[in-house]
Every structure is written in C-alpha cells, then in structure tokens.
C-alpha cells in the first residue's frame, strides 16, 4: 500500500475552507462537531487497532478528517452521512485528497438508525465520532444489525463512554451498560480534549472500546425478552426489582416469582444485576 502524502489529512484552517465552500455550519441539532487535528483521528485509528485487511463502517464521517485516517489504515471504509451536503461532498474530498484510496470508500446516504445492509463485504469494525444526540441508539443498532462487527471504538460524550462503560453496581449503570454488554466486552479507552474539535463542545468526550463477544450470552430468551426485562428494570430504578418488574410481569407476585427462580433476591435493583441476571429472569416469566 503506498502511503499519502503527510498533508492528506485534514487540518484546522482544511476543515473551515471545506466548510465555508459548503456553506456548512455545524448544527447542534445534529451533535456536529467537526475534529480538526490530524494526531487526534490518527490516535483514534491506532488505539481502534484497524488492520490492513479491515472493511470499517464509519457513521457521521461529517467533512472527512477521521475517514481520511481510516483510509490510509484499513483495506476499505463506508461512511454513513444523513447530512446532505456533507454526503454529498465527501466523496469529492476522498478524491482530491487521497485519490490513491478512492476506489476503497464508499457512502451511503442514509440516517444511520435506518441502514440495514451495506455496500461491498461485511465490515468488520466500527470506528465512528458518534453524533452525541443519537450515541447510544447507533452503535446498538450497528452491532445488532451487522453482526459481522468484530471491534468497535466510537467517541462520544465523556458521561455517554462512562455509562457505556459501566460495571454493575456502578451508579452510572444503566440500561445502554447492560444492552451493549449484550453484545460486547466493552471499555473506557481514553478521554479526548474539547480543543480537537470545531466548534469546541462545552462537554469533554471519550473513547469507548466495545469488542465482539466470542460467545453469546447464554439464554433461551430472545434479546427482545432480556431488553423488555432491562428496560423495565431501570424504569423506576430506585424500586427493588419486585416493584420495578411488577407491570413487566403482569403483577408483583409474578415479578417475585420470575426473580426467585433466576436466583435474583426480589429486594435487588436493578444497578447490581449482569446481562446475565437480566437474561435469566426473562427465562422465567410466566406466559400471562
């Protein structure tokens, strides 16, 4: 693979050229927040351990500064852009700025919440600055959608990674803890600088490492049933999981009876409970 030349990526006064051409204003709307510094998406490709034979899905390539990194790493890169300008420009940007790569990338013009299939093979890693509105419901979607989904390292809001992140027992544990658990061994893999960003957000980020779980949790529930329990769980996740359970279960008895045969104390919450726990009590709610 040849190597770009060092001024492929996008830099500051890069990113407000292409913006002001575009006549783009990163809308809050949308969680824009364009990263301008080269070292910053070269330190997200690395700490993503993207491999030369990697087809990586990226969402919200925006005007292209992480694509560009992603590009000179991986064998190819489908960027998803609702935006219809940005998607619209890309392409044109991967062109004129590491035409050796172009025929390696793909866009799809889509909201990210609603893409089902993609071009070309099965992607193997998610790299993505994830619109801080949408983080959470993305990369679950993503990973449930395409299984093929090996490594994934997504930046988001700082308090969005901790609570992705999160270990039972942990106050920020919550419902995303438990669903990306579902599908991932997931980490904290760094925290990133409001200045790498224009405009610079008035929250911090973080890194957030989810890799493939080797083996499926073990259940006979479907994830709809586990997920039906978790979103319960947290609903009201000041109540013991008796109360919290009762309207998912059809009544508190019945709750009381789901959790004393999965072996979950009826007095716990929520907060303590694995994937795991959650899985084994959908195991054992009765048919109403």
Avoid: C
């Avoid at 809050?28 to 301008?36: D, E, L, W």
């Avoid at 890693?125 to 679950?140: D, F, G, I, S």
Wanted: proline share 7%; glycine share 6%; hydrophobic share 50%.
């Amino acid at each position: 693979m040849t190597s770009p030349a060092p001024d492929a990526l996008l830099g500051p006064a890069d990113v407000r050229e292409l913006a002001a051409a575009l006549g783009v204003r990163p809308t809050k709307q949308r969680g824009q927040n364009f990263v301008i510094d080269a070292n910053t998406v070269r330190r997200i490709v690395r700490t993503a351990g993207v491999r030369p034979e990697d087809v990586v899905v990226e969402v919200g390539p925006g005007l292209g500064s992480l694509t560009l990194a992603l590009l000179e790493a991986a064998d190819r890169v489908t960027a998803v852009e609702i935006d219809d300008v940005l998607a619209a420009a890309l392409p044109a940007t991967i062109a004129a700025r590491m035409p050796e790569r172009a025929d390696r990338f793909a866009l799809v013009h889509s909201d990210a919440l609603h893409v089902t299939e993609l071009p070309g093979p099965a992607p193997t890693a998610l790299v993505a600055n994830l619109p801080y509105n949408v983080a959470v419901p993305v990369l679950l979607h993503m990973l449930d959608t395409f299984p093929s989904i090996d490594r994934t390292l997504v930046m988001v809001q700082s308090e969005v990674a901790d609570r992705l992140a999160a270990a039972p027992g942990s106050k920020v544990y919550g419902v995303p803890s438990v669903k990306a658990n579902w599908y991932a061994e997931v980490k904290r893999a760094g925290a990133i600088g409001r200045n790498v960003f224009w405009p610079a957000p008035n929250v911090d980020s973080g890194l957030v490492s989810l890799t493939r779980r080797t083996e499926p949790v073990k259940t006979t529930a479907s994830k709809a049933e586990v997920f039906a329990v978790v979103d319960a769980a947290f609903a009201q996740r000041r109540k013991t999981l008796r109360a919290a359970l009762a309207g998912w279960a059809g009544s508190a008895p019945a709750a009381e009876a789901a959790l004393v045969a999965a072996g979950v104390s009826p007095q716990a919450r929520g907060e303590s409970l694995t994937v795991e726990e959650f899985a084994r009590i959908a195991e054992h709610k009765e048919a109403q």
